[in-house]
């Protein structure tokens, strides 16, 4: 049975359990059987033990998100699974920066990473959690900045008087023995969506963090919506209301990866904004990035490409030449062929092909049986070539209007 998360924390607060935890290089799953052995043969308890290894664990998985911060930082299971990505916690702080705001309560701070990414900005920040033992962890991660305070309450009940901004990240997982379990009514979110429409009403300048498979209908009016992706990952849809909003944007998609930040937006509400042509698979096929698909502006990219869409209810853009883009991966389209399993796995047998990637959209098919019907039996032998001559292809299964096509591209 596992520990419960509290019991993996309160050992490290103590002088042992932090030096030891400090002492530790990073984790390696090959290496935690013998150092649990050690680290019991050289007297320190089980529980302690546990609790360390866990952590360093954790401090390991959590450089994704935090870099190097990661190897000071605490964390729980639950706590590192919502937390924010440092470089995205940046830019929601950057915002409250550049609207001039002073104070901002981080309601809901989880492990502190906007709270972190806030004060680091000199704001000051009031951080606000209801768990105890999460509160804690954020109490350790934000030690290094005393302009920023941690308090162990229900996020609802904490007076906002002389607060001008507030940034929530509602919880959106329920936590049991058994896991966590995401939950999607924004309205059982802790706290929930009504309640930050409570506070924008005040006047104050107020950002939440969302779940990025948020509906249209479910964004509340007179705010931006901002969905992120971090490396092709869409990671959260940010809702912005009053001085921290950007006039004229209504929706936008921030893309953020090794090359930098790209990002599209539309003054339009979600019904609004432009319509793409529809036409034929030719020339390249463009796939959007999830965020540009999330926020509605898949038409948007289309237009900006001088392309057209495959069919109107589906994401796939095709345009005659090749356009350098950052909302949008291009593939070059070598041959259409209708979607029938005993044609295209001849066709896979004919060329020789034993890597076969498969991109689908608007079909309802698993793209990891296709794989395996089309490849079986096939040895690798192909027309005008040896055995063993392998060959790797990139198949995109969608509909055009009422036909099912299988579209063989090349990645550009």
């Given at each position: ?8 924390i ?6 042992e359990g932090?030096?030891?935890?400090a002492?530790l ?17 050289a ?5 302690l033990v ?7 664990r ?8 935090f ?13 590192l699974?919502?937390a ?24 809901g ?25 999460t ?42 023995t ?9 309205e059982a ?14 006047g104050?300048?107020?950002g ?14 007179g705010?931006e919506?901002q ?8 990671t ?9 909003s ?5 929706r936008a ?16 509400d979600?019904?609004?904004?432009p ?10 096929l463009?796939?959007?990035?999830g ?19 495959l ?6 853009i095709?345009a ?5 883009t950052?909302?949008a991966?291009?593939?070059?389209i ?6 029938n ?5 001849g ?8 890597v076969l ?8 098919v698993t793209?990891e ?13 192909h027309?005008?070539?040896g ?10 299964l969608t ?14």
């Amino acid at each position: 049975m596992s520990q419960a998360p509290q019991d993996q924390i309160a050992p490290l607060l103590t002088s042992e359990g932090w030096e030891l935890l400090a002492s530790l290089g990073p984790y390696r799953e090959d290496e935690a059987f013998e150092l649990n052995s050690t680290l019991r043969k050289a007297g320190h308890s089980p529980e302690l033990v546990s609790a360390v290894l866990t952590q360093s664990r954790l401090r390991t998985r959590a450089e994704a998100k935090f870099g190097e911060f990661a190897r000071s930082m605490l964390f729980t299971q639950a706590g590192l699974e919502q937390a924010t990505r440092l470089n995205v916690a940046a830019r929601h702080a950057e915002r409250f920066a550049q609207a001039g705001i002073r104070h901002v309560a981080d309601l809901g701070c989880g492990l502190g990473a906007d709270a972190l990414a806030l004060a680091s900005m000199d704001l000051t920040v009031t951080a606000v959690e209801m768990d105890e033992t999460t509160a804690a962890c954020a109490t350790v991660n934000l030690i290094p900045f005393p302009n920023a305070t941690v308090v162990h309450s229900d996020a609802t009940a904490v007076s906002l008087d002389g607060i001008d901004g507030v940034w929530l990240d509602p919880a959106r997982r329920t936590t049991s023995t058994s896991g966590t379990k995401r939950i999607w009514d924004p309205e059982a979110f802790s706290p929930p969506l009504s309640f930050a429409e409570s506070l924008a009403a005040t006047g104050r300048a107020v950002g939440v963090k969302m779940g990025p498979g948020m509906p249209h209908d479910s964004v509340p009016a007179g705010c931006e919506a901002q969905w992120v992706s971090v490396g092709g990952d869409v990671t959260e849809v940010s809702l912005w209301f009053n001085s921290v909003s950007r006039p004229g944007v209504r929706r936008a998609a921030l893309l953020l990866g090794p090359q930098g930040a790209a990002e599209i937006t539309s003054a339009e509400d979600f019904d609004g904004g432009p319509t793409a042509p529809v036409g034929p698979a030719e020339g390249y096929l463009y796939e959007p990035d999830g965020a540009v698909i999330r926020a509605g502006l898949v038409a948007d990219v289309a237009l900006e490409l001088g392309g057209h869409l495959l069919d109107e209810h589906i994401a796939y853009i095709c345009a005659p030449g090749l356009r350098d883009t950052p909302f949008a991966r291009a593939y070059r389209i070598l041959e259409v062929m209708p979607y029938n399993v005993k044609a295209l796995k001849g066709w896979v047998r004919d060329n020789g092909i034993t890597v076969l990637d498969i991109k689908k959209r608007g079909m309802s098919v698993t793209p990891e049986e296709v794989r395996k019907q089309l490849l079986a039996g096939n040895k690798g032998g192909h027309k005008g070539g040896g055995r063993g001559a392998a060959k790797t292809a990139t198949l995109v299964l969608t509909r055009i209007g009422e036909d099912r096509v299988a579209i063989s591209v090349e990645p550009v």
